[in-house]
């Protein structure tokens, strides 16, 4: 009874995410981007999927899944001129479910150059050049949570997230804290949620009498995954909301063989397509993701190495059967003929 007032609490959150509401303006969170292009295949969604080190900053309470050590990386252009580049990592603590885990993302733009006035004719004059690159840093830790006769698979996570700009001479710095939690209801079924930017102390500039005051948005997303053909198919959707709007996410998957897998996903009302290639410890993800002009369509490259990933929704039950080891009884003689 307990376990399903909880679960209708849930569903109850998750039916609020969807509503939308107006909001001022913020600056763009980068962390938003940083997932692995198998995530992007499945149309960024899996908050309630995440199982293998690309997921750490969709929901930080991946991390308490992992059983070996995972290292990935992602590499995309933004806009077609932006580089960006994503390196996660997660290291399982023990054997009680608990792990740490570590992301950094750089954005760089280039440089830019700079006008020093106008010629005799009118035209811009050359001048210096100005740097512009973004850099995050997060740490997280996840962990198992069981509680006796009412929860046995539930999973939090926190990620700590250092933020910090340049463009020229100006600098920007911020602190932000992520908050996640996976719950598996089922062998087929489980639930997520994620608080993004939760907790931020707000940025801070170099040379403004306003740091402090501009703020990232803080997103809610809740999500469910479903796992069908004994793992091999998997449906993911995601609710997001924050101050400003509402919008929804889904993904695809199917494994053939455990080795390939092929993905399709929404993200709003953007395609996306993706590859996987499975050997071992060693998994190569492509994904595509369409938009409408004038921007261009994102290609996402990652690598994975280490075999963090687990099928998710698979709850082995090992059962203990008690074995009389004492010695069969022989009898007290024994006749050749």
């Known amino acids: 009874m307990r376990k399903t007032v909880y679960i209708l609490l849930f569903l109850s959150a998750f039916s609020l995410a969807a509503f939308e509401v107006s909001g001022d303006g ?25 199982d293998d080190s690309g997921a750490l900053l969709l929901n930080p309470a991946s991390m308490a899944m992992a059983r070996s050590f995972e290292l990935s990386g992602m590499s995309t252009q933004v806009l077609g001129v932006t580089n960006y580049t994503l390196i996660n990592s997660v290291l399982p603590l023990n054997d009680s479910y608990q792990a740490f885990g570590f992301s950094f993302i750089n ?7 700079a006008t020093s006035g106008k010629d005799a004719y009118g035209h811009p004059v050359k001048g210096g050049t100005i740097e512009n690159s973004n850099s ?3 740490l997280g830790l996840a962990s198992k949570v069981a509680i006796p006769d009412l929860i046995d698979d539930l999973y939090l996570g926190v990620l700590f997230k250092g933020y910090h700009k ?39 500039y170099s040379t403004s009498e306003k740091s402090g005051e501009e703020h990232y948005d803080t997103d809610y997303i809740a999500g469910l995954a479903l796992s069908l053909l ?45 590859v996987g290639l499975r050997y071992e410890f060693f998994q190569l993800d492509v994904g595509y993701r369409y938009q409408d002009a004038p921007l261009d369509n994102q290609v996402y490259f990652s690598v994975t190495l280490g075999n963090a990933r687990r ?16 010695p069969a009884s022989v009898p007290e003689e024994m006749h050749i003929l």
Do not use: C, H
């Open 136 to 138: 995050i840093i997060s």
């Open 107 to 113: 954005e760089n733009a280039g440089t830019i150059i």
């Open 230 to 274: 004994n793992n091999d198919l998997t449906l993911a959707v995601d609710q997001y909301t924050n101050a400003k709007f509402g919008r929804t996410y889904a993904g695809l998957e199917y494994w053939l063989a455990n080795t390939v897998a092929l993905r399709t996903g929404l993200a709003e009302n953007e395609m996306t397509l993706g």
């Open 26 to 50: 913020s600056p763009v969170d980068l962390t938003r981007i940083g997932v692995s292009a198998r995530w992007w295949g499945l149309g960024r969604a899996g908050t309630a999927l995440s």
């Open 166 to 204: 340049v463009l020229g001479d100006l600098t920007a710095t911020s602190m932000a804290v992520d908050f996640g939690a996976i719950y598996k209801w089922t062998s087929f079924l489980s639930l997520g949620f994620t608080a993004r930017n939760a907790l931020q102390s707000g940025i801070n």
């Open 311 to 326: 099928l998710f929704l698979t709850r082995p039950k090992i059962e203990i059967i008690e074995n009389d080891s004492r």
